[in-house]
């Protein structure tokens, strides 16, 4: 399967797609104003100023015509150092619509499954969060808050799965997804087991009334 795949003019290795921020390859695809601005960018971000950045790329992308990909993914990447998660989510997959070939968006794809993954990450602390405070005499709408709680961060696990499974589709060879992919599916596993423990204890409520 992978000996059919397209090949691309240029491809980031393994340690470019685990580094943050790439640097452009070849700075024939883009015009000086948009050199200097990824530079911009750059230096800010080596200065933790990630808001100075951010209006580096967004400059950036309104004159680009070649090498969106790489735009939208640092872009991204500096959201998610914003904690604008969502916002950067929105980045990866415009990352993902813009890329030349499915070789390409194997990058965007990593991103976007470590975006989710953080969300996911925030969504099940608040579960244990909402948990420790329910008390044994809690009423049928507190596990009913619960549910939806537990639903949400199902459907996240799910969507970094498809992040995670795309990425091995590109490149069965990538590590990262197939490690990531087993906690994924425990983590679902786990969740659905409590779903279902949830629901009974709702049940319950509902029938001693």
Not at 66 to 89: C, F, Q, S
Not at 128 to 147: H, Q, W
């Amino acid at each position: 399967m992978a000996n059919n795949m397209p090949k691309t003019k240029k491809l980031p290795n393994k340690t470019e797609v685990e580094t943050p921020y790439m640097r452009y390859h070849d700075i024939s695809e883009l015009n000086i104003r948009i050199a200097i601005l990824c530079d911009e960018a750059c230096m800010a971000i080596n200065n933790k100023d990630y808001d100075v950045a951010l209006k580096s790329y967004d400059l950036a992308l309104t004159v680009a015509k070649y090498g969106l990909p790489t735009l939208l993914i640092n872009k991204g990447v500096t959201l998610m150092r914003l904690k604008r998660l969502e916002d950067a989510i929105e980045c990866y997959d415009a990352a993902i619509d813009a890329a030349p070939d499915k070789d390409y968006s194997i990058i965007a794809w990593h991103y976007k499954s470590m975006g989710l993954g953080k969300i996911a990450d925030t969504q099940i602390k608040e579960v244990k969060d909402y948990v420790a405070k329910i008390s044994e005499d809690a009423p049928a709408s507190y596990y009913l808050k619960l549910e939806k709680m537990l639903k949400c961060y199902k459907k996240t696990v799910e969507n970094v799965t498809v992040c995670l499974q795309n990425s091995l589709e590109i490149n069965p060879r990538f590590k990262f997804p197939k490690e990531c992919l087993k906690t994924c599916r425990d983590a679902l596993k786990i969740t659905n087991s409590l779903l279902n423990t949830v629901r009974k204890c709702k049940s319950s409520i509902k029938n001693q009334k």
